[in-house]
């Protein structure tokens, strides 16, 4: 389950103008990611970003905004609401290990 949304969370790896966080557990989130993996460098311990898109994890929240139908007006309640509501639950399937490759 969801425990909660975290508005003022920021990634602290990288520079990203998308804020907020979904706490998963403890300090397991789910967070704004890279928007070129290939190119970009974040690091993460356990979280799960969104990458692959600009603004993909605005893109994201707005996809749970759009399924929940939360009867706040803006954005920002929106997602508090959704949060507070305690009703999402997140399914993780196992992934196998990456290959560990020296850097050149």
Same mark, same amino acid.
């Given at each position: 389950? $969801? %425990?909660? /949304?975290?508005?003022? #969370?920021? @990634?602290?790896?990288?520079?990203?103008? *998308?804020? &907020? +966080? /979904? !706490? @998963? #557990?403890?300090?397991?989130?789910?967070? =704004?990611?890279? =928007? =070129?993996?290939?190119? *970009? @460098? #974040?690091?993460?311990?356990?979280? $799960? *970003? $969104?990458?692959? !898109?600009? !603004? &993909?994890? =605005?893109?994201?929240?707005?996809?749970? $905004? &759009?399924?929940? &139908?939360? %009867?706040? %007006?803006?954005?920002?309640?929106?997602?508090?609401?959704?949060?507070?509501?305690?009703?999402?639950?997140?399914? #993780?399937? %196992? +992934?196998?290990?990456? @290959?560990?490759?020296?850097?050149?």
């Amino acid at each position: 389950m $969801i %425990k909660a /949304w975290l508005p003022n #969370y920021t @990634v602290h790896s990288a520079a990203s103008l *998308e804020a &907020g +966080a /979904w !706490q @998963v #557990y403890q300090n397991f989130l789910i967070h =704004d990611g890279p =928007d =070129d993996p290939a190119n *970009e @460098v #974040y690091a993460t311990i356990g979280c $799960i *970003e $969104i990458c692959g !898109q600009p !603004q &993909g994890f =605005d893109t994201f929240n707005n996809f749970l $905004i &759009g399924l929940s &139908g939360p %009867k706040a %007006k803006d954005r920002a309640a929106q997602l508090a609401e959704i949060g507070a509501a305690r009703n999402l639950t997140i399914t #993780y399937l %196992k +992934a196998p290990r990456p @290959v560990a490759t020296p850097a050149r």
